[in-house]
């Protein structure tokens, strides 16, 4: 079964910065494409990141570049989003993908404010 669970989410004031991860097990990790996807009040779904089975290939969406930096252990089955220079616009509930399906987890939620 696909389990992915991510943390690391909470308050956090503009310009701060927080590192979400994501434990995923149930499937080979190291074999597929992982993505972050955050979802903010009233909007919908906002593809954030996305990062290649071998970690050597990043894609960002244009307002998180620059700040936003996906990784990923495959040692661990971890991806990780560390999210620098936050802004009030970052505010969102932040889940992680098994792209290009519908495996989810949970989602942790993210809010910038002073």
């Known amino acids: 079964e696909v389990q992915l669970v991510e943390s690391g989410g909470g308050l956090v004031q503009p310009g701060g910065s927080l590192r979400l991860s994501c434990a995923a097990s149930?499937?080979?990790?190291?074999?597929?494409?992982m993505s972050w996807v955050r979802q903010a009040p009233g909007k919908g779904p906002e593809w954030v990141s996305a990062?290649?089975?071998?970690?050597?290939?990043?894609y960002y969406t244009d307002s998180v570049k620059g700040r936003f930096t996906i990784s990923r252990d495959n040692a661990k089955n971890t991806v990780y989003l560390q999210m620098n220079s936050l802004k009030l616009e970052d505010t969102a509930v932040y889940y992680c993908?098994?792209?290009?399906?519908?495996?989810w987890g949970q989602g942790t939620q993210v809010t910038v404010s002073s």
């Open positions: 149930g499937f080979a990790f190291g074999t597929y494409d």
């Open positions: 993908n098994l792209f290009g399906t519908n495996y």
């Open positions: 990062i290649n089975p071998g970690g050597d290939t990043t």
